[in-house]
């Protein structure tokens, strides 16, 4: 939600921070703006709309200097508009600010400096920092972004600079990712990996109440206290070509085409050491969108497979003020591409407090998520780019199905032999994820039929249930189309008063013994005007004008989500792309939720 990038070097800092902004516009893209120290002062350029109307207007204006910021914005306070744009100025334009977060206690602070004559210019409540810190402001700016953190309640990832230092960057966080890059040409802040890799691959990781102050020579690191402490500068070791579309149309399908690579990746690098199962009765796992679905379809493998008794999958915005029934006897698992995902992270520090132990499985390095669990395990997805999961998703199951396998082996639940049994199924994964790849044909002309349905439903049962939850939300996240997911059997508690002749029912069938269940289920809709997509692991059905199917790869019922998720994918994909959409910045979604 949002994302910054800031620049001190020797270079001109304006086409640094535009191309950097490319890369963070998968955080929010209703306005942008960017911020440069000239030679003059403050000189900024904000815009509503995508990046393409800033870059419009900033080669329209002389716009040059070795200092700036810059922000591309998901509104939360105040509509998009050019004045809610970031960067924010003091009203007398000597700090300026750009912020991802939410400052909880804006309009009290805002009052405060309100009744001291000072005029606001926009509805936003990231104005209030810049207005704070240039009343602070006492000759020096380290001492004033100390001060005004201190004010701020909620969330925040800051960079701000300041007239009377012309040459210098201060930033600090506070629950909101913000890394600090290095190189030999001027040093970076930046919201995520990918805006700053074309110039360095050395970053610092920032936690929380650290600042950095940073110019083009040097960055120094401080604490709240101001007193200075050393960090570990760490080296990334994605290549830049993993941040580019490398000739697809959208970072979407090369996300979905990379799938065989990761999901491999992911199989050869989930090696962790792994909390004891035995000392808990209890497991719960947590997450939001995708990652939640991930979640669902684990809750069947973890119950098949290691049939401890209580295991709970929870929405994390559910389970964080629900006031859990979890104690020290429970293993609390999250899953979270970004590690950044407010809810994902108030429900793990809940589930702490309650003495819970927590383990995450998480794909980007470093985050507060990764950090703060007891445990960690990292997908290999590398940077996902386009805003609807696909590949990070994928991983997050084979690390799921891992560990299902893992703790049911400790469990004595599963014999070495049938434990290699499983671990050999999902080594076929990859090869059969690319068998899917290599013929999308059919699904590319089938979706193209589908643009004009009103409603497509998914159903399944059981873990086709479950996967059918993420085949909905991809649909309507990217294609705009109504779509729920039901559970086959309840289709005829309700459901099946909403299909008509216009209507969609894709059905998932890779559980064998449930084949002849969820097939009748289809026939029911069928025979009420509906038209069927099966996609299933068996070629008993017969196509005919009213079902059309999709065969998947053989595979044990527990591992199949994996295959029948990317046929999904792929028909979500191709309805989107031919209904002209932009897909890898669905309208109103943001990549990371960072907000409430
Ligand atoms: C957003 C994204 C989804 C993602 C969800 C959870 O809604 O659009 O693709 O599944 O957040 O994000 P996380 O980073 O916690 O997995």
Redesign the pocket.
């Known amino acids: 939600m949002c994302g910054i990038i800031g620049y001190a070097g020797s270079g001109n800092a304006v086409p640094i921070i535009v191309e950097g902004l490319k890369k963070l516009e998968y955080r929010g893209y209703d306005s942008a703006g960017i911020a440069i120290r000239g030679a003059a002062g403050f000189e900024v350029v904000k815009q509503k709309g995508r990046l393409a109307a800033l870059e419009g207007r900033i080669k329209d204006s002389p716009l040059k200097g070795s200092l700036g910021i810059g922000h591309t914005r998901w509104a939360t306070h105040g509509e998009p508009s050019d004045v809610n744009s970031h960067p924010h100025l003091g009203s007398g334009s000597r700090i300026a600010v750009v912020h991802n977060g939410i400052i909880e206690n804006y309009k009290q602070l805002k009052e405060r400096l309100e009744r001291r004559g000072i005029v606001f210019a926009s509805q936003t409540d990231s104005e209030v920092i810049a207005q704070l810190a240039e009343y602070y402001y006492d000759g020096n700016l380290l001492d004033t972004v100390i001060k005004t953190a201190n004010a701020l309640e909620g969330s925040y990832a800051l960079g701000i600079m300041c007239l009377e230092e012309p040459d210098t960057l201060v930033a600090v966080k506070k629950d909101n990712p913000l890394i600090v890059g290095v190189s030999d040409t001027g040093n970076f802040i930046a919201s995520d990996i990918p805006a700053i890799l074309e110039h360095t691959n050395k970053v610092y990781y920032l936690n929380d109440k650290e600042i950095a102050v940073i110019t083009e020579k040097d960055v120094r690191f401080f604490n709240m206290d101001k007193e200075p402490f050393g960090k570990e500068l760490e080296t990334i070791t994605w290549s830049v070509d993993s941040a580019e579309k490398g000739g697809f149309a959208h970072f979407m399908l090369k996300e979905i085409m990379e799938q065989p690579k990761v999901v491999k990746e992911t199989i050869n690098s989930a090696n962790i050491e792994l909390p004891d199962i035995s000392q808990f009765n209890k497991l719960v796992i947590t ?6 679905n991930a979640g669902v379809v684990s809750k069947y493998v973890f119950e098949r497979l290691c049939r401890l008794p209580s295991i709970e999958v929870e929405l994390a915005s559910e389970f964080r003020y629900k006031d859990a029934v979890v104690d020290d006897k429970t293993l609390v698992i999250l ?7 407010a809810d ?1 992270i108030a429900a793990m520090r809940e589930a702490k407090n309650k003495g819970a132990v927590t383990l995450s499985i998480v ?1 980007v390095v470093g985050s507060t998520i990764a950090k703060e669990a007891d445990h960690t395990i990292y997908t290999a997805a590398g940077p996902e780019i386009a ?3 696909t590949k ?2 994928s991983t997050q199951l084979i690390v799921l199905y891992m560990l299902a396998i893992k703790f049911a082996a400790r469990l004595n639940r599963l014999s070495p032999e049938g434990e290699a049994e499983l671990l050999a199924e999902i080594a076929t994964l990859p090869g059969k994820i690319a068998e899917i790849l290599e013929s999308v044909d059919f699904i590319q002309k089938y979706a193209s039929e589908c643009v004009g349905y009103k409603s497509i439903f998914f159903i399944g049962r059981n873990i086709d249930y479950a996967i059918a939850l993420e085949g909905s939300l991809k649909l309507k ?1 990217i294609s705009y189309i109504h779509s729920e997911a039901y559970a086959g059997g309840e289709l005829k508690h309700g459901t099946i008063s909403l299909v008509e002749e216009n209507t969609l029912v894709v059905t998932i069938s890779c559980c064998k013994r449930l084949h002849s269940k969820i097939l009748s289920n289809a026939e029911q809709v069928i025979s009420r005007g509906a038209k069927v997509l099966l996609v299933a692991n068996t070629n008993e059905v017969e196509s005919t004008d009213k079902l059309s199917q999709i065969r998947l790869p053989e595979i044990h019922e527990l591992f199949s989500p994996s295959l029948s998720v990317v046929v999904l994918q792929l028909f979500s994909y191709y309805v989107a792309a031919n209904k002209g959409l932009d897909i890898d910045k669905p309208r109103n ?5 960072t907000v409430e």
């Open positions: 997450a939001c969108g995708s990652a939640y899953i979270s591409q970004s590690g950044e995902t994902t794909n805003v609807a999961t990070a998703f996240e979604l943001a990549k990371s939720v």
